[in-house]
């Protein structure tokens, strides 16, 4: 089946940097993408990869690596309003449904 | 503009119960998901329309569930006699399908409890 794995909790202090890894299965993948959830919200869009690189967007910056069938979100200069979860989702065809990760939890320390 | 709005927020029904869940997506947005949450999980989907394709009911967990979208806008997730392992929060997303990053727009959720 198809699967993602990330790790399930981080601990960083406010103003540091946090990397989140990602790795997915190959098949049929089209394209890496990162969402945010607070407790009790929506999830929302934070970037999309579909090619090798680094995507950045402000203090957060996405990477994906196809040969290796990996990606991470990287979020700078850490901010107590960060502390969420984090999930990486993978499409799997153009336009289609995504696959979840089961989230990482990260929790932001003064 | 408008978000993704889903109804009712909070449903608590009984064990063998019909519940219907409504998605209303972004004006506009042809692409529409449904998604569910358990508590500390990740996201499982469910079912994708597309336009006027076939849905995609790949993710359906069961021929108790079934969704509809009516004039390509608002949709509703139906689970038929419904049983405790189907409490969860029911997520609908929608997306322009033009758009370059594959952004899905979720509403809010519903959060389905069955006694």
């Known amino acids: 089946g198809q699967s993602l794995e990330q790790p399930s909790e981080v601990t960083a202090v406010e103003g540091a940097i946090v990397q989140i890894n990602c790795t997915y299965q190959t098949s049929g993948f089209y394209g890496l993408s990162w969402y945010q959830q607070h407790d009790g919200g929506a999830p929302t869009f934070l970037s999309y990869n579909a090619l090798d690189g680094l995507e950045e967007t402000g203090r957060f910056s996405s990477f994906l690596s196809r040969s290796d069938s990996y990606g991470y979100l990287l979020l700078q200069e850490l901010q107590m309003k960060d502390s969420a979860s984090y999930f990486c989702a993978v499409t799997y065809n153009q336009g289609g449904k995504l696959i979840f990760g089961q989230g990482t939890e990260l929790s932001v320390k003064p | 503009g408008a978000g993704v709005s889903q109804s009712p927020s909070n449903k608590v029904t009984e064990k063998g119960k019909d519940v219907e869940l409504r998605c209303d997506p972004i004006?506009?947005?042809?692409?529409l998901y449904w998604y569910r949450q358990s508590l500390g999980q990740g996201l499982e989907f469910l079912i994708y329309f597309q336009g006027n394709s076939a849905p995609d009911k790949s993710g359906l967990p069961s021929d108790r569930f079934s969704a509809e979208r009516t004039g390509g806008s608002v949709s509703t997730l139906t689970i038929q006699r419904t049983q405790q392992e189907d409490s969860a929060v029911y997520l609908c997303?929608?997306?322009?399908?033009?758009?370059?990053?594959?952004?899905?727009?979720f509403g809010p959720g519903t959060r389905l409890t069955v006694l």
């Open positions: 997303a929608s997306r322009v399908t033009s758009g370059r990053y594959n952004e899905q727009f």
């Open positions: 004006s506009g947005h042809t692409a």
